[in-house]
């Protein structure tokens, strides 16, 4: 995106912070981790370009598209003229990426965030979930899919609430 002299990568960071996932809207794409990195170029004539690197949850994401418009869509109203969006795919993408507050804001949704990391090897049926509505952790499995592919549903054997749990990948 051409720079204006007022704006700043810390800016663009700023703005970033205010995007959120169309399919998760209480998490912007800073707390989700898909953007990778803002920086300024610099082309041979010495114009300075934005450039935003985003990785998406995974390949074939149907989110991305909606992402990346919202991304030029921002940063246009907030004076980038133009520039670019470069899709990441390496390293791919992993829930151990989404911010801490980002984790508080899916309880706060009532999601359970991930538990353990990527590249533990624990199934979905040995996992000790917490329920995000009355924090027991006497759930179980439902399904090994819940309202997205990133997702599963749990039961709460306490409250008796269903639950999506955001698994780790």
Known sequence: MIISENI??????KLLE???????????ITDLGIVRDVKIATSTSGEKTLEIAITPTYSG???????VFNIRMALLQSGFKSGKIIQQLLPAWTTDWIT???????????????????????YLEELEVE??????KNTRLISQFGSTACKAL???????????????H
């Open 18 to 28: 205010d995007i959120y996932d169309p399919e998760i809207p209480v998490l912007s």
């Open 131 to 136: 329920c995000p509505l009355c924090r027991s």
């Open 154 to 168: 749990y039961q709460c054997n306490d409250c008796k609430e269903p639950f999506d749990y955001f698994k780790c």
């Open 8 to 13: 700043s990568i810390e800016k663009a960071w």
């Open 61 to 67: 994401c149907p989110a991305i598209d909606v992402i």
């Open 100 to 122: 801490e507050k980002g984790k508080e804001k899916l309880k706060a949704y009532g999601i359970a965030p991930p538990v353990g990391k990527s590249f533990d090897k624990i």
